[in-house]
Nanobody
Framework: QLQASGGGLVQAGGSLRLSCVAS????????MGWCRQAPGKQRELVAT???????IYSDSAKGRFAISRDNAKNTAYLQMNSLKPDDTAVYFC???????????????WGQGTQVTVSS
């Protein structure tokens, strides 16, 4: 299970920090990331932070957003700076998790947290 938090209403130019905590009997987390979906638009990748490999950002997130992980806490963060009205969306965290007792890796999705940026 993934629990996301940290969304809210902020003025353009402001900042927010999203958190995502993975819980359950976790053997390993190969990747954690964030996607977002604005009204009337498709869900899009914002950033991803694999355990092995480089972080990936969407073009719209580069230079403004930063993803990080605390592996000891099974938590991912998304620091969002210089927010724009176009960043308004529901933000979903996602994680590729292997649980104890299986070799299968499964992608989990959080419930989403609303980010609204006013102009």
């Amino acid at each position: 299970q993934l629990q996301a938090s940290g969304g809210g209403l902020v003025q353009a130019g402001g900042s927010l920090r999203l958190s995502c905590v993975a819980s359950g009997r976790i053997f390993s987390i190969d990747d954690m990331g964030w996607c977002r979906q604005a009204p009337g638009k498709q869900r899009e990748l914002v950033a991803t932070c694999p355990t092995a490999g480089s972080t990936i950002y969407s073009d719209s997130a580069k230079g403004r957003f930063a993803i990080s992980r605390d592996n000891a806490k099974n938590t991912a963060y998304l620091q969002m700076n210089s927010l724009k009205p176009d960043d308004t969306a529901v933000y979903f965290c996602t994680a590729l998790i292997r649980r104890y007792g299986t070799y299968v890796r499964t992608t989990y999705w959080g419930q989403g947290t609303q980010v609204t940026v006013s102009s």
